[in-house]
């Protein structure tokens, strides 16, 4: 059976920083692309990062570039968030994804075929 699990959300004031992780089993996503999406309360669920099979390629929405970093360890079956500088609109349940086959890093929740149970981030102002 396959599980992402998160960890690393809490609560921040503005400014800080928090690194999410994202640890997988049941299977290895070494050669597949993974990713980080979040949602707000009333909204829909958004992209945030994502990342090739090999980490040599990221992506990140517009929202969050120059704040936050994707990374991932195969060795570990794991990826990672590093948030920085972060603002109360930041604020959402974080999820990790993952896609079954091979491709490119792509914003869309259709595209992802395994989630994990999410991860609260709150940052006060």
């Known amino acids: 059976q396959v599980q992402l699990v998160e960890s690393g959300g809490g609560l921040v004031q503005a400014g800080g920083s928090l690194r999410l992780s994202c640890a997988a089993s049941g299977r290895t996503f070494s050669t597949y692309p993974m990713g980080w999406f979040r949602q707000a309360p009333g909204k829909e669920r958004e992209f945030v990062a994502g990342?090739?099979?090999?980490?040599?390629?990221?992506a990140y929405a517009d929202s969050v570039k120059g704040r936050f970093t994707i990374s991932r360890d195969n060795a570990k079956n794991s990826v990672y968030l590093q948030m920085n500088s972060l603002k109360p609109e930041d604020t959402a349940v974080y999820y990790c994804?993952?896609?079954?086959?091979?491709?490119?890093?792509?914003?869309?929740?259709?595209?992802?075929?395994?989630w994990g149970q999410g991860t609260q981030v709150t940052v006060s102002p």
């Open positions: 994804a993952a896609r079954r086959n091979w491709g490119i890093i792509r914003n869309e929740t259709l595209y992802y075929d395994y």
């Open positions: 990342i090739n099979w090999s980490g040599g390629s990221t």
